[in-house]
């Protein structure tokens, strides 16, 4: 966002400040920024000597602009303070703080978080190392945390008879604010998702989301969740050998540059690793606004031996296609503006012996 800069001086009729004026009006000029002149009184102000650049507080910044003398003057006659150029940006970063634990307390109580207290990057460098929780082995992921509707107290998660423990069954990877997870949530009451993201703050708002929407809809929601994770480097830290029956793949970083095209999260390389997670007849589901990349993955998807393509007539009748473009807020920004989308859909397939 354009940045645009305030030049406050504490009393311009004072002409002992009139070189810190003058270099105030060619710092604007040249710099093409706002300038503007404390018109507040002087009287409680102790003379100040020129030429001195200070940083105005987040507090004393608003009282300038009210017009509000400072709460904690000090000995300098020339002000420099950032502010932004949008008028709709109101609150600093230390107030965001404080929202966003606003938020979380709210969420409990129902009420859904908003995206403005969880500012995030679009995009995460996959290749860098982050500093997350990791479970060692998909034996040591707790369930039970994430999904304590099944897993009651002294329990492996609710079956029926002598079925085995419940375990995550769709994935989806790169979840974004968590839209395909909230629409998929109705369809599939009893099976457990997983959603995975490596943007902090975008984990924490879908985290308050789900709270939020399991408090307002008691006995729903429960069986979606998100984790805060690289799954193009722990995946097999989360899933067991054929654990997976669905993977999403839902408008992913593309990528441009020919050298980060290794950072794609779909690539031939990867696609061992996601045909390890999923059963056979398992299905990965890909969307995307970009049709270079689109056609990446349909080429990586289509090379690989153990992938095929699904019919276009099973995808007709099955309902979480209809999610791949509407559910996720990326999906419906792309509808909005009118943008087409390239879909691949493939199933993981026996590798054919000679």
């Not at 998100?226 to 997976?244: A, D």
């Amino acid at each position: 966002m354009p940045m645009a800069a305030t030049l406050v001086f504490a009393n311009p009729s004072d002409r002992s400040n009139a070189e810190p004026a003058r270099f105030g009006r060619d710092f604007a000029l040249f710099y093409s920024i706002r300038y503007e002149p404390n018109r507040s009184s002087s009287a409680s102000k102790p003379p100040s000597p020129p030429g001195r650049v200070s940083f105005l507080s987040v507090p004393d910044r608003g009282r300038v602009a009210r017009g509000i003398p400072r709460e904690h003057p000090g000995n300098h006659s020339l002000s420099f303070a950032l502010t932004t150029a949008s008028q709709n940006r109101p609150r600093s970063t230390v107030a965001m703080s404080s929202n966003a634990d606003t938020a979380q307390a709210k969420s409990r109580s129902g009420r859904l978080p908003r995206k403005r207290f969880y500012r995030a990057r679009a995009h995460s460098n996959p290749l860098s190392d982050s500093h997350f929780p990791i479970p060692i082995s998909p034996a040591d992921f707790d369930c039970s945390h994430h999904y304590p509707y099944f897993f009651p107290p002294g329990s492996e998660g609710r079956s029926d008879g002598d079925a085995p423990p419940r375990k995550v069954r769709f994935a989806d990877i790169g979840c974004g604010f968590g839209g395909l997870l909230v629409g998929l949530s109705p369809l599939f009451p009893d099976t457990l998702m997983l959603g995975m993201e490596l943007r902090d703050k975008v984990t924490e708002y879908v985290k308050e989301r789900i709270l939020a929407l399991r408090a307002s809809n008691p006995g729903h929601y429960e069986n979606i969740s998100v984790v805060r994770t690289n799954s193009m480097k722990y995946l097999p830290n989360y899933f067991e050998k054929g654990q997976l029956s669905k993977m999403f793949f839902l408008f992913p970083d593309p990528h441009f540059k020919e050298k980060n095209h290794r950072r794609r999260v779909i690539s031939p390389q990867l696609l061992d690793e996601y045909a390890y997670a999923l059963e056979v007849g398992g299905i990965i589901y890909t969307i995307t606004d970009v049709e270079e990349l689109g056609d990446w993955m349909r080429s990586c998807l289509e090379d690989h031996p153990l992938f095929g393509a699904v019919p276009e007539e099973e995808l007709e009748l099955d309902p979480v296609v209809k999610l791949l473009s509407s559910a996720t807020e990326e999906g419906q920004k792309v509808a909005r503006n009118g943008g087409q989308t390239f879909r691949a859909v493939y199933r993981h397939i026996k590798l054919e012996e000679e």
